[in-house]
C-alpha cells in the first residue's frame, strides 16, 4: 500500500464557488467496444493568440470520439520547466494519459505556448505570458465548439510539473480568461501534477540548501528577484476572488525529510491549499510516495495508479 496522504478541504461557503450543478456532467464512459478509429485527432491546430503575438507554438492537438455529441474539455498542459516541452510529451511518453480522459466522456486537447528563455538568455516570455497563451486557446476552444464537440461547460485543465503551476494560475487568476473573453469561472476544475509554485517566495524559502537548491537561479530568472514580481505569478496571491475547485499532487518519498523534492513540493502544496480553505474554496491534496516525477505521466491511466483513482474522485465529488 502506498504511503499516502490525502485530504478534502471541502468548501465552506466563504466564497462563491462552482455548485454541482454548475458543472458539465461528463457523458458515460465511451464504450470500450469500440474500435481505435473511432477515436479522432487533429494535430496542430492553429489557435487565435493574444493580440501582438505571432508565434508557431500557437497550436494544439484535439483527441475527441468521432460521433455528433458534445462533450466537456479536459486541456493538458505540458512540463518542461517553463523553458521546453511539447505538447505531443502527453501522447508519446504516456500511453494511457489521453485513453483515460476519452474513456470518460471528454474531448481531450493538448496545448502548445510560448517558451521562456532559458537562464543566462534575456527572458522575453515569462510564466504570466503562457498564461495568456493557454487562456487565449481556451478561448478558441470554446468558440470552435460546436464545430469540434466541445460542450461549453465543464472545462477542466490539467498540468504536469511547470504545467501544474500554469493551469492553478489560471484557476486563481481570472484575469486570464477574462483577457481572452471568457469568464473567470470558465474553468470547472484544475488538476496540477506535481509542482512547488504555487507560492513562489514560499517555494524559494524550502529550496535553500535543499537538494534541488541549483534550480533557485532559474526560478529567479523567470519570476523575478523580487517578492513582488514573484507573488504577481503565483495562484497564492489570488485566493480571495474565485480559484476554480483544485486537485494538487505531490509524489517522491520522503515528505518529511526536509530537503527533498517530494519535502518541498508536498509543504508547497499543503501550503496553498491551507490558504485556499481558509478563504472557502475546494481543494483536494494527495502525496504518493511510490510514485517519481517521471512515473507520475508515464502511469497515468492505469487501472491500479492511485493518482488517476484520486482525479477520478476528485471529478466525480465535484
Keep these: 500500500m502506498p504511503r499516502l496522504l490525502l485530504s478534502l478541504l471541502a468548501a465552506t461557503g466563504c466564497t462563491p464557488n462552482a455548485s454541482s450543478s454548475d458543472l458539465a456532467v461528463p457523458p458515460d464512459p465511451v464504450d470500450s467496444v469500440r474500435p481505435p478509429d473511432a477515436v479522432q485527432e487533429q494535430l496542430d491546430l492553429a489557435y487565435v493568440p493574444p493580440n501582438g503575438v505571432n508565434d508557431g507554438l500557437a497550436t494544439l492537438d484535439l483527441y475527441r470520439v468521432d460521433d455528433d455529441q ?10 518542461g520547466s517553463w523553458v521546453s516541452g511539447d505538447k505531443s510529451n502527453f501522447h508519446a511518453t504516456a500511453p494511457d494519459f489521453i485513453p483515460w480522459w476519452i474513456e470518460r466522456g471528454y474531448v481531450v486537447a493538448a496545448v502548445n505556448f510560448r517558451l521562456a528563455s532559458p537562464l543566462g538568455q534575456a527572458l522575453e516570455v515569462g510564466p504570466r505570458d503562457q ?3 493557454i487562456a487565449h486557446a481556451l478561448a478558441w476552444l470554446n468558440e470552435q465548439g460546436e464545430e469540434r464537440g466541445i460542450a461549453p461547460e465543464g472545462t477542466v485543465a490539467v498540468g ?6 500554469l493551469v492553478a494560475l489560471l484557476g486563481a487568476d481570472g484575469s486570464y480568461l477574462e483577457e481572452a ?14 509542482v512547488h ?5 514560499y517555494a524559494l524559502d524550502l529550496m535553500v540548501g535543499s537538494q534541488v537548491e541549483q534550480n533557485i537561479p532559474l526560478i529567479e530568472h523567470l519570476f523575478g528577484e523580487t517578492t513582488t514580481d514573484q507573488l504577481s505569478a503565483s495562484p497564492i496571491q489570488f485566493t480571495q476572488g474565485w480559484v476554480a475547485p483544485a ?10 525529510e526536509i530537503g527533498t ?21 475546494t481543494v483536494t491534496t494527495l502525496h504518493d510516495s ?4 517521471a512515473s507520475l505521466a508515464t502511469g497515468f491511466g492505469a487501472d491500479d495508479d492511485l493518482v488517476t483513482q484520486t482525479v477520478g474522485a476528485f471529478l466525480e465529488d465535484l
Excluded: C, M, W
Design 290 to 293: 511510490d510514485e517519481t516525477h
Design 181 to 194: 473573453g471568457l469568464p473567470e469561472t470558465h474553468l470547472a476544475a484544475t488538476v496540477s501534477l506535481d
Design 197 to 201: 509554485a504555487y507560492d513562489v517566495p
Design 70 to 79: 458534445q462533450r466537456p474539455l479536459v486541456l493538458l498542459v505540458h512540463g
Design 247 to 256: 486537485l494538487f499532487v505531490s509524489v517522491e518519498p520522503s515528505p518529511e
Design 261 to 281: 523534492h517530494g519535502f518541498i513540493v508536498n509543504k508547497a502544496a499543503e501550503n496553498y491549499a491551507a490558504a485556499l480553505q481558509a478563504e472557502g474554496h
Design 160 to 165: 504536469y510539473s511547470s504545467g501544474a503551476h
Design 131 to 133: 498564461a495568456r497563451d
